[in-house]
């Protein structure tokens, strides 16, 4: 029997494995956890005492050992467009943003999986103010559950959240296990019951946890590409270095094969004045992306302070969409939403201590939309 402690277990980042195996510590049967997560996810319950075909010494157990603690509500703002965006105080004093984008038949929930992060992508100001800490399960699935809790559900829709996607602030695969719990309970039938080609995980391509991850879930893949080269990613997402294009198109190809994502993965690529965006670029994002099932997703830069780059002109942007488009590739372009309240892509702030204690810093995150596929002429 576990000793009781002064810090009491946060259940809410819990999946339903973890709980069975903490409930059969105790002595309890594994329907004890479906139950738990029931209550937490479906029914939005905090309350030990209000879940009521739990047995009462269990509640009791429950009340003294552990908890269902969730972020706090620092901020909410929505926009004129419905984008709403929270700003959410976590027990430490940091902050952390998630943000609900609607659109016609769905609503993408952004998410975070870190405060800040490490891997110092040249074009991304998150990464360039530092990083703190990755987040717990808890905190990662507590963003789920209060968007699901505040949000009307519209109309002929059970919920407003139809979809949820790990790309917010950090690298998801940098804090494999806490996401991949929290994967689970957005998959899971008796906790949010989303489809996994619902939940996308976005990464800058850690291919040793990538090639991991079709072990322990099935989710929708997005990877940060960003560049067609070696030479070029190598400036702008400093992780290519470890792992080069070659490495992480074959991890992907594994992903697909291994989940059997008939949708396969969908290919983010920042487009910056002068840099990414010409047309020998495209041939060459054509030619690497060769045989991996997918679409492209172009995402015009979004300047902030101090970024050494610029937006590409909308005759470049829309010149490099239909190479691509032409060559066979299903290519989108995000647009814009929430930027009146600092919500479109790269403008999200919310205030984060980086390791260093350098005082408080504006942190920015994508948290956009794609556009619906434009088909080639």
Same mark, same amino acid.
């Given at each position: ?5 002064s %810090?009491?277990?946060?259940?809410l *980042? ?7 195996? !903490?409930? /059969?510590?105790? #002595?309890? =049967? @594994? ?26 010494k ?10 269902v ?44 999986s ?5 891997l110092d ?12 800490r990755?987040? %717990?399960?808890?905190?990662?699935? *507590?963003?789920v ?5 505040? !949000?009307? /559900?519209?109309e #002929?829709r =059970? @919920?407003?959240?139809s ?8 690298e998801?695969?940098?804090?494999y ?12 039938d008796?906790a949010?019951?989303?489809s ?9 391509g850690?291919?040793?946890a ?9 989710v ?6 960003h ?25 992907c ?8 994502a ?19 670029? /495209?041939?060459?994002?054509a030619g ?16 902030f ?42 403008q ?30």
């Amino acid at each position: 029997m576990a000793a009781e402690t002064s %810090t009491p277990l946060n259940l809410l *980042g819990y999946s339903r494995s973890q709980l069975t195996e !903490l409930l /059969a510590q105790w #002595g309890e =049967p @594994r329907f004890r956890a479906t139950q738990l997560v029931k209550w937490m996810h479906q029914r939005g319950v905090t309350d030990f005492d209000a879940m009521t075909d739990v047995s009462r010494k269990l509640r009791e157990r429950l009340s003294r050992e552990t908890e269902v603690a969730l972020p706090e509500i620092a901020l909410e703002k929505a926009s004129g467009d419905g984008t709403v965006k929270w700003v959410l105080r976590l027990a430490d004093g940091n902050a952390i943003e998630t943000v609900f984008i609607p659109e016609s038949g769905r609503g993408t929930l952004c998410i975070s999986s870190q405060v800040g992060c490490a891997l110092d992508c040249t074009f991304c100001s998150t990464a360039q103010q530092g990083f703190n800490r990755n987040l %717990t399960a808890a905190e990662i699935i *507590g963003q789920v559950w209060l968007a699901m809790q505040r !949000l009307p /559900a519209p109309e #002929g829709r =059970p @919920r407003a959240v139809s979809n949820v996607v790990l790309m917010g602030m950090g690298e998801p695969l940098a804090n494999y296990d806490a996401v991949v719990a929290a994967c689970q309970l957005m998959t899971d039938d008796n906790a949010y019951g989303l489809s996994r080609r619902r939940v996308t995980l976005s990464t800058s391509g850690l291919v040793p946890a990538l090639d991991r991850l079709s072990e322990d879930t099935d989710v929708a893949l997005a990877v940060s590409l960003h560049a067609p080269n070696d030479a070029l990613r190598d400036r702008l997402v400093p992780i290519n270095r470890k792992y080069p294009i070659a490495r992480l198109m074959e991890s992907c190809r594994r992903y697909v094969e291994a989940t059997g994502a008939h949708s396969g993965v969908t290919f983010e690529y920042v487009l910056l004045a002068g840099v990414n965006d010409r047309p020998e670029h /495209a041939n060459q994002l054509a030619g690497v992306l060769r045989g991996i099932p997918g679409k492209i997703n172009l995402i015009p830069f979004n300047p902030f302070p101090g970024a050494p780059f610029d937006r590409p002109a909308e005759a470049d942007i829309e010149r490099f969409e239909r190479q691509l488009q032409k060559a066979g590739y299903v290519t989108t372009v995000r647009r814009t939403r929430g930027d009146d309240i600092d919500a479109a892509c790269g403008q999200l702030v919310g205030q984060v201590e980086d390791r260093t204690n350098r005082g408080m810093r504006m942190i920015r995150l994508h948290a956009e939309l794609p556009e619906r596929p434009r088909r080639a002429s």
